[in-house]
């Protein structure tokens, strides 16, 4: 199977930092990775897909890219309803992962 | 609007059974991919199970194959998860989602909770 190690586990910035997140796949996975955010107490919202589209309503300050092994996804200028976990998944074989989730926090 | 409606979860002893169902409504059901992807207790995401929009395509995570089913029926806009020789370590939300671009969810279910405890 595949695997996805997504870093860093937790982080922490302020109001209107860049933010980014990287995820590495155990194998080339060309463009076929997702990324996600999931709030406290509700169900995830898919934010990028392909590795570097933005779905429909998401802001444009989300944005991801990367190819083969190594992802990023990035968060021009972080607001306070960012706070929320991310995770990237890949769908390159038959069987989804998802990377183990970056907890995003405000300082 | 998409709706996806879990239900079935509950409190099973080891070893023991439990269905899930999830009712799906405003959009063509049969036109769609279909997940199951569960959460446990303060972890993170899980995939389950996928099916194809006829049923014909059917993948599993090595950690439930053999013992989960997944099936639908697009007459009723209805997705379940047979669950079987239910283990403690299958304790989780389970979340229903439709696949909206390949290997995309776009939109998910809020969840059932099973927990599997003597």
């Known amino acids: 199977d595949i695997q996805m190690t997504q870093s860093p586990s937790s982080l922490s910035a302020s109001v209107g930092d860049r933010v980014t997140i990287t995820c590495q796949a155990s194998q080339d996975i060309s463009n076929y990775l997702n990324w996600y955010q999931q709030k406290p107490g509700k169900a995830p919202k898919l934010l990028i897909y392909?590795?570097?589209n933005l779905e429909t309503g998401v802001p444009s300050r989300f944005s991801g890219s990367g190819s083969g092994t190594d992802f990023t996804f990035t968060i021009s200028s972080l607001q306070p309803e960012d706070i929320a976990t991310y995770y990237c998944?890949?769908?390159?074989?038959?069987?989804?992962?998802f990377g183990q989730g970056t907890k995003l926090e405000i300082k | 609007e998409v709706q996806l409606v879990e239900s079935g979860g509950g409190l099973v002893k080891p070893g023991g059974s439990l269905r899930l169902s999830c009712a799906a409504s405003?959009?063509?059901?049969?036109?769609?991919?279909m997940n199951w992807v569960r959460q446990a207790p303060g972890k993170g995401l899980e995939w389950v199970s996928s099916?194809?929009?006829?049923?014909?395509?059917?993948y599993y995570a090595d950690s439930v194959k053999g013992r989960f089913t997944i099936s639908r029926d697009n007459a009723k806009n209805s997705l379940y998860l047979q669950m079987n020789s239910l283990r403690a370590e299958d304790t989780a939300v389970y979340y229903c989602?439709?696949?909206?671009?390949?290997?995309?969810?776009?939109?998910w279910g809020q969840g059932t909770l099973v927990t599997v405890s003597s």
């Open positions: 998944q890949q769908y390159d074989n038959l069987a989804y992962t």
């Open positions: 099916i194809s929009s006829s049923s014909s395509y059917i």
């Open positions: 392909d590795a570097s």
């Open positions: 405003g959009f063509t059901f049969s036109s769609y991919s």
């Open positions: 989602a439709r696949e909206g671009k390949v290997g995309a969810t776009d939109y």
